[in-house]
């Protein structure tokens, strides 16, 4: 399968513990983006990445959140000192350069903050 | 900033009906549309886009898209509906000149019923 590919699927952790999330985009694709998505909302924008570079973060990005790509391969995504209200579903997605290009998601990684 | 609206949170049709899907943005700019469906514990996966041309954009599993620049809309269509379509449908809209930012709307739950 060459698509979008995260890990975990699924991550549990107590409030206040790290969690680092991966993704690995379609390997043709030089840009990579994060989303949050949670119950009955649509996927809200995190970051963004093109090649290596990360080049924009939203307001939603607290300084508790994150994101590497190391080499412009694939990305990770780390949470510090977790809160209950990062729970959520973290998506990634992966395009080539162009705001016409279709972004190609993965399955998510759901996390659930106790 | 752009920003779309999907004004009903749960749309319900009988098998073999047409269907529609309502989708409304704005945007300061020139629009890139998309619609993105999202099956249970699954990915979103992109069914169509318009970019510019054709105001009927045809994409997978038979969907179509009208769009409609004087009423800003881009509803989802489909001439027969199927079981099989059940699931969450996301629209999400970019400004041609802000090419990195996609905001989604908050989702459509489309139910096809036999």
């Known amino acids: 399968d060459t698509g979008v590919s995260q890990d975990p699927r699924h991550k549990i952790t107590k409030r206040g513990q790290n969690v680092t999330f991966r993704c690995d985009p379609i390997?043709?694709?030089?840009?990579l983006y994060w989303y949050r998505q949670t119950l009955g909302q649509g996927p809200e924008f995190l970051t963004y990445?093109?090649?290596?570079?990360?080049?924009?973060k939203s307001r939603l990005l607290s300084d508790r959140f994150s994101a590497e790509r190391p080499k412009g391969s694939f990305s990770t995504l780390e949470i510090q000192r977790t809160e209950q209200g990062d729970s959520a579903m973290y998506l990634c997605?992966?395009?080539?350069?162009?705001?016409?290009?279709?972004?190609?998601f993965g399955p998510g990684t759901r996390l659930t903050v106790t | 900033a752009q920003s779309v609206a999907q004004p009903e949170d749960q749309v319900n049709v009988a098998e073999g009906n047409p269907l529609t899907v309502k989708c409304t943005y704005s945007?300061?700019?020139?629009?890139?549309l998309f619609w993105y469906v999202q099956y249970p514990n699954r990915g979103l996966q992109f069914l169509l886009k318009y970019i510019t041309g054709d105001n009927l954009v045809k994409g997978s599993y038979g969907f179509e898209a009208e769009f409609n620049k004087s009423q800003t809309s881009f509803h989802l269509k489909k001439p027969s509906a199927l079981v099989s379509d059940s699931a969450l449908y996301f629209c999400a809209v970019r400004d041609m000149n802000n090419n990195n930012d996609m905001r989604f709307g908050a989702g459509t739950r489309l139910t096809v019923k036999p």
């Open positions: 390997s043709e694709h030089n840009r």
């Open positions: 945007v300061s700019g020139n629009p890139y």
């Open positions: 997605a992966s395009s080539w350069q162009g705001a016409g290009y279709e972004q190609y």
């Open positions: 990445f093109q090649n290596e570079a990360q080049l924009e």
